[in-house]
């Protein structure tokens, strides 16, 4: 890393913020290319949310990542949004203009296309029905990637129905794809004839409940992705390469979601190299 009077600035935002790889891997572009800049963790209560965006421009920063609990009331602190950020309802990525504004967008469906892109290059939207296991703000990034993927069935499939609706209404847009929502105790049934197979929910990561779900019905030519990356390999990721199926992991999504602010923040093209996975995966073995 270097540091001098001209070092360009960049960082994380949540509450709290010490468990992110966002650092890790944003340091290790900044030293793989080089360049003279520094991403640093911003811990920042929620009711100062708005207070710490508007002091970016002041304090000379590019932009900043948002974690939890951050994404949805940045929506409001921000001078713009683009358009996708504004349909799944969260902000994480902030870049601050030459004129000071800031320019909120969400880097989540592209990270999760993007993944899926590298993982398993095979898929495609023509497979069969896409089923969506939960309806938060993941969810919403992934069904995103899938209607711009051109997927023709989206199954949401959640404990809560109003919540899996609401997503739905959200994300509609002229020629969607069709968006069914079913209930939990459903999930196994969902399955039929799917394609693709997507857990955004927390079921199965560290310290969590197991995701219990019997893919006895999932096509053996279905794609499995978890958004989890903690641990790396699920029990729904270690049930589904039992059977044969390709499996996309979490980690991907978390790296890829980064390459757009590092481009905008420090000028930068970057991938989601071996390298660069290994690095953040080292990190995964201490606290979170």
Known sequence: MRISGRTRLAGIMGWPVAHSRSPALHNFWLDEHGIDGAYVPLPVRPEHLAQALSALPALGFRGCNLTMPHKQAALAAVDCVDPLARRI????????????????????????RENLRDHAPSWSAARGPAVVLGAGGAARAVVAAL??????????????????????RDLAVAAAPRISVWGWEARDEALHEAGLLVNTTSLGMT???????????????????????VPLETALLSAARRRGHVVVDG????????????????????????GLRAAVLSTLAGPR
């Open 147 to 168: 209607i711009e993927a051109g997927s023709v069935e989206i199954r949401l499939v959640n404990r809560t129905r109003d919540r899996a609706e609401c997503l739905a």
């Open 89 to 112: 309802g969260a902000v994480n990525t902030i870049v601050v203009a030459a004129d000071g504004r800031l320019e909120g967008s969400n880097t989540d469906a592209y990270a999760f």
């Open 251 to 274: 980690l991907g999504m978390l790296l890829h979601q980064a390459r757009p602010g590092f481009a905008a923040w420090f000028g930068v093209p970057v991938d989601a190299t071996r």
């Open 207 to 229: 310290g969590e409940p197991e995701l219990a779900i019997d893919l006895a019905r999932l096509p053996p030519t279905a794609i499995v992705a978890d958004i989890v990356y």
